[in-house]
């Protein structure tokens, strides 16, 4: 079932391009429009969402700042499509994927980068990928 808790009103779509980080203040995953009339500008969070046609992004320099302040930032995010018909997504033959800017400088699963994926699920049990790529 979808959480999503719009912001100032503002609307997602199915299939809208966003890009995706977790929120530190309120513990959800924020999403930002990457096109329409509202892009660059937050819609809203989610207590989970499943995006398709994922990429990952860090900023080193955001990363960078991380390390030299010892203060965490947004500067990683999952980029993909939201998909909000069917928000369940099974597990099976999933990769759990972390991201830790004092270790490493991108997202992994078990120590191996990844850059992408078809599908991801972010949740309060975590971060998955299928297809991970």
Do not use: W
Not at 75 to 81: K, T, V
């Amino acid at each position: 079932m979808i959480s999503f808790h719009s912001y100032k009103n503002r609307i997602i779509l199915d299939g809208q391009r966003v890009k995706v980080y977790y929120n530190l203040h309120n513990g959800k995953y924020s999403a930002v429009a990457l096109d329409g009339c509202e892009k660059g500008r937050v819609l809203g969070h989610f207590d989970n969402v499943i995006l398709r046609d994922v990429s990952f992004s860090v900023s080193e320099a955001g990363r960078q700042r991380v390390i030299r302040e010892k203060r965490k930032n947004v500067h990683a995010y999952a980029i993909g499509s939201v998909f909000l018909s069917d928000q369940t997504m099974s597990l099976d033959n999933a990769s759990v994927l972390r991201y830790n800017p004092y270790k490493m400088s991108q997202f992994h699963a078990n120590n191996i980068p990844v850059t992408g994926a078809k599908l991801a699920s972010l949740g309060p049990t975590g971060f998955y990928a299928k297809e991970a790529k």
